[in-house]
T-cell receptor, first 110, second 114 residues
């Protein structure tokens, strides 16, 4: 089945710093989504981005489907950005399913 | 517009027991998917329901089963609980048969198996 790899696994930032999170996937996908999981376990959808670039405030994401990767950019990080960031894909083949990566754990220091 | 709600939020069971978790989908959504998230790991896809039929399944044994009702709410049933079933169980709703649309998650049900 499809493999989804996220990097880095852990990231510590000083408040105000910028960061780039990466998601690589091993096969063609119908779509790709980025989520933020807060310390209470709630998953919040950040981007639905099968291809191209989107921006939402301090966050932006780019997916290059032909090269099988996606990037999530966080600018001017805040302590509230702390948590785990997941990418999730729907494989083009193999039936209807959603596969998550292992996540990037981000801690932003004040 | 109501979001995705799950119940119960926390529960404790003993090995060998059975458990039922419930999920109400967001209004306008007809697809529900379930995930198991063990501590420190990413969510693992269990299965997906579209219009009351299971149309996608991950690598979980048959003792994990589900239902979707005409109002698109859903249940996850786990029989013969094992210690490794301890996890956060997440439900997500979306629209469309493939589930390859924007997923909206509930807050989860945290199951502890003793």
């Amino acid at each position: 089945g499809i493999q989804v790899e996220q990097s880095p696994p852990d990231l510590i930032l000083q408040e105000g710093a910028n960061s780039t999170l990466r998601c690589n996937f091993s096969d063609s996908v119908n779509n790709l989504q980025w989520f933020h999981q807060n310390p209470w376990g709630q998953l919040i959808n950040l981007f639905y981005i099968p291809s191209g670039t989107k921006q939402n405030g301090r966050l932006s994401a780019t997916t290059v489907a032909t090269e099988r990767y996606s990037l999530l950019y966080i600018s001017s990080s805040q302590t509230t950005d702390s948590g785990v960031y997941f990418c999730a894909v729907n494989p083009y083949t193999g039936g209807f399913k959603t596969i998550f990566g292992a996540g990037t754990r981000l801690f932003v220091k004040a | 517009e109501t979001g995705v709600t799950q119940s119960p939020t926390h529960l404790i069971k003993t090995r060998g027991q059975q458990v039922t978790l419930r999920c109400s989908s967001q209004s306008g959504h007809n697809t529900v998917s379930w995930y198991q998230q063990a501590l420190g790991q990413g969510p693992q896809f269990i299965f997906q329901y579209y219009r009351e039929e299971e149309n996608g399944r991950g690598n979980f044994p048959p003792r994990f089963s589900g239902l979707q009702f005409p109002n698109y709410s859903s249940e996850l049933n786990v029989n013969a609980l094992e210690l490794d079933d301890s996890a956060l169980y997440l439900c997500a709703s979306s629209s469309g048969q493939s589930g390859a649309n924007v997923l909206t998650f509930g807050a989860g049900s945290r199951l502890t198996v003793l």
